[in-house]
């Protein structure tokens, strides 16, 4: 079946922009998560939905990021007035609850 | 603080030899991961580990976990090119969020 699905794969913006990333999980998971790649920092956490639960946001660095989750299915991760220290690859991930979990192909951020 | 470990962080092997990569994490956990990603790609999942003494193999990798000693190994027998790629641990500390080792960067040579 269909995977985790990302869109934009790359998006550069100038820096002060905002941007919108998009996540579309595998159907049927109650569980999304955002996961940000970058070379200083490695893999880490931002925010995890779980069904109607208030997210988990204690991975969020700034208050400058905030994610939505509409309908218990597709994620939007919002970055406004973008830094250069915001470039990065967003992994969303997915998962049955409490379980394994799939990540997308992530999205390229480059804030020139 | 949740922290995980994992060495080393560059391993480069020559084909048919066998090596191992080791992930330590500081406090209980009997949930953990290894992924696989390839340059520019996402992450694969490679192993599920849920308790103590869990061994999964793989082809030519095998990983298990030790939950008292908050130690999983990934062990590669024999290695080929394909097997090329950064190697992540990630361990759930029972919040179902996953904090993620260094990553292993592994490269096999002729």
């Known amino acids: 079946g269909a995977g985790v699905s990302q869109s934009p794969s790359n998006k550069v913006t100038e820096k002060g922009k905002d941007v919108e990333l998009r996540c579309d999980p595998i159907?049927?998971?109650?569980?999304l998560y955002w996961y940000r790649q970058s070379l200083g920092q490695g893999l880490e956490f931002l925010i995890y939905?779980?069904?109607?639960?208030?997210?988990?946001k204690s991975g969020l660095p700034s208050d400058r990021f905030s994610a939505e989750r509409t309908g218990g299915s597709v994620s939007t991760l919002t970055i406004q007035r973008t830094q250069q220290e915001d470039s990065a690859v967003y992994l969303c991930a997915s998962s049955p609850y409490g379980l394994e979990q799939y990540f997308g192909p992530g999205t390229r951020l480059t804030v020139t | 603080e949740l922290k995980v470990e994992q060495n080393p962080l560059f391993l480069s092997m020559q084909e048919g030899k066998n090596y191992t990569i080791y992930c330590n994490y500081s406090t209980t956990s009997d949930r953990l991961y290894w992924y696989r990603q390839d340059p520019g790609k996402s992450l694969e999942s490679l192993f599920v580990l849920l308790s103590n003494g869990a061994v999964k193999q793989e082809g030519r990798l095998m990983a298990s976990l030790d939950t008292k000693a908050r130690l999983s190994t990934l062990h590669i027998t024999a290695a080929v090119h394909d097997l090329s790629a950064t190697y992540f641990c990630?361990?759930?500390?029972?919040?179902?969020?996953?904090?993620f080792g260094t990553g292993t960067r592994l490269q096999v040579f002729p």
């Open positions: 159907s049927g998971h109650t569980a």
């Open positions: 990630a361990v759930d500390f029972n919040t179902d969020k996953l904090i």
């Open positions: 939905f779980q069904g109607n639960s208030a997210p988990d």
